[in-house]
């Protein structure tokens, strides 16, 4: 750390300073962060050492090693044993605390519960870890937690859905839902490391395979137009199997969706920049999702946005008819919706007011400059919100025959 004092003296040091002389210290300070992102194949299989060294242990010797293991309620009963049996075959000493991924849970109270299972487990304040093992909320809570608990303790993410391995998951936000809002108590607090196993989506169902294929759109649409290409000639081949198999499309699609994440995150970790192309489809969604009923999926309020955003694309001819129909196809052929029944010009307009607060006063709003880069926009106006209304319910209504005929 370095400090300048921008008021200095010649008098000598046991002068005291002058009783209405006013003196100013700057101090300047910058956090150095450093974590892993790791694909790891067999993360579960006791000779893989993979957990084991990133829970800071790097031999089975007989010493019991404490940890505090939190753990979505689903996934326990599904890799419960599995989870026993490795960390008993490296001497841990597990606590565990069993919760509930649902975003219902996403809250204050389950943060608070977390932090008392900290506190129960008597875990050292930097040597040792908490694992966190679940979706996106649960590692969102675990995380906002541990910034919490001693004003921060180390903590790993393992996440078992395909929106946590692509993005949730990976980077260093955290947070829990407040009021009407999502996320609007959080803080940056990165893991030390994260742990990505795509055995881990063999066990989900079609609707959360759909739901993190969201936002692998989002980062085809907004950064990579070769992700883009790879998604839309497997579209009908992105299931649960597929992404848990050793497909080689599907690795180069996961290679590049956590790859693309990851550079756009680190020049920009704490968003001094407000102007982020990782924000796209995330507009208009937040107030969605907390008032969709019934209760629409993260990814799935995404994919609603993303489809108005690419009918403003058209309007503004920064995408053209064929780039923006393939876009909307794509959403629809990857299970997700592009319409909403509450999405309707009312909740767009409070959205978009509640997002230029956010921003710090400006729209910042991304959209898609040619599929496969972005720009940003500030001027957006009720009118063509309107438009892209309309445009999109053309395009639900011709769905709609199509799946008729």
């Known amino acids: 750390m370095n400090i300048q004092t921008l008021y200095s003296t010649s008098a000598p040091l046991h002068t005291p300073l002058a009783k209405h002389s006013d003196i100013t210290w700057r101090m300047h300070a910058t956090q150095d962060v ?31 090693t404490k940890r505090l293991v939190v753990i979505d309620s689903m996934v326990f009963d599904l890799y419960g044993d599995k989870l026993k049996i490795y960390f008993g075959s490296w001497n841990f000493d597990i606590s565990w605390k069993i919760l509930s991924g649902d975003e219902i849970n996403k809250n204050m109270e389950s943060a608070i519960e977390v932090t008392k299972s900290m506190a129960d487990a008597g875990l050292l304040r930097r040597g040792e870890v908490v694992v966190g093992i679940g979706g996106g909320v649960l590692l969102d809570v675990v995380g906002f937690a541990s910034s919490l608990y001693r004003r921060g303790v180390p903590y790993i993410r393992i996440p078992t859905t395909l929106m946590g391995q692509i ?14 809002h999502k996320n609007r108590l959080g803080s940056y607090f990165a893991p030390s490391s994260a742990l990505i196993d795509t055995s881990f989506l063999g066990s989900l169902n079609q609707r959360h395979i759909s739901n993190g294929v969201a936002e692998i759109i989002k980062m085809a649409l907004i950064k990579d137009r070769a992700l883009f290409e790879l998604l839309d000639s497997i579209s009908s081949h992105l299931t649960p199997g597929a992404f848990a198999s050793d497909d080689l499309t599907i690795r180069e699609i996961m290679s590049r969706a956590i790859a693309g994440m990851l550079a756009e995150l680190e020049p920009n970790l704490w968003e001094a920049e407000l102007a982020r192309c990782v924000d796209y489809g995330h507009t208009f969604s937040p107030s969605l999702e907390l008032l969709a009923t019934p209760t629409l999926l993260h990814g799935e309020a995404v994919a609603v946005d993303m489809a108005l955003c690419v009918a403003l694309a058209k309007g503004r001819a920064l995408l053209t008819d064929e780039e923006a129909d393939r876009a909307i196809a794509l959403i629809g052929k990857s299970g997700l919706p592009i319409t909403h029944p509450i999405f309707e010009q009312d ?23 040619g599929i496969g880069a972005a720009t940003f926009v500030n001027d957006l106006t009720s009118g063509e919100l309107t438009k892209a209304l309309d445009f999109i319910a053309e395009r639900q209504h011709l769905r709609e025959q199509a799946t008729v005929l």
């Open 347 to 369: 909740l767009l307009e409070k959205a978009l007011a509640d997002t230029v607060k956010h921003r710090d006063g400006l729209q910042r709003i991304p959209l898609t400059n």
């Open 34 to 64: 450093k974590y892993n992102v790791s694909i790891v194949n067999g993360l579960l299989n006791p000779e893989n050492s993979s957990l084991a060294n990133a829970c800071g242990k790097y031999n089975n010797n007989n010493d019991k």
């Open 167 to 180: 993005d949730a998951g990976i980077g260093i936000k955290t947070g829990v839902n407040h009021g009407d």
